[in-house]
């Protein structure tokens, strides 16, 4: 990733928790993820967030007993995560990289979580090799990523695209639809999603 993409996510910093989705601070949105994501991990793992932002999913997770590591390139990101688990008592560890190429060794997890950060690397099919080399046998890829309507056309990966780049390296690439506005704290009306890979 380049320095003015860096730059860029350390002056979001600040601000990057107000979106309802971001931030996690509306109790009924909060809620929403918890229901979406806890199920998924019933007993405590060793979860690696890439992109983890300022570490909201992170937390979360980390509050139901995981073992959760976190990596941003932002360092901005990194200090808010990291001020964040402080402030919910948890314990995860937050560090500076990118996601582009993790800095973990190879079958070191047991689930690699990112949320709207497959779309924006450079070679999503080469970030994919990269994270599922990091899952011990028996883990779980969980994506979750959208096709987003902007001012200038849109963003993002669709559903369909994904799931066939997934299952380039993975046996199977399972895909829930996220219209519900409770998960994102208002209507929307572009494509989002969940993407778990179990095997």
Known sequence: MTESVRQFWDEQAATFDDEPDHGLRDPAVRQAWAELLLPLLP?????????????????????????????DLADEMVAAARRKAAAAGVTAEFRQGDAAEPPYEDASTDVVLARHVLWAMPDPGEALRRWTRLLRPGGMLILVEGRWRTGEGSAGIAAGECALLVREHRGEAVVRLLPEPVYWGKEIDDERYLLVSAR
């Not at 007993?43 to 990596?71: F, I, K, M, N, Y």
């Open 43 to 71: 007993e405590p793992r060793q979860v690696t967030d890439l992109g983890c932002g300022t570490g909201t999913l992170s937390v979360l997770l980390a509050e139901a007993g995981h073992d959760v590591r976190g990596l």
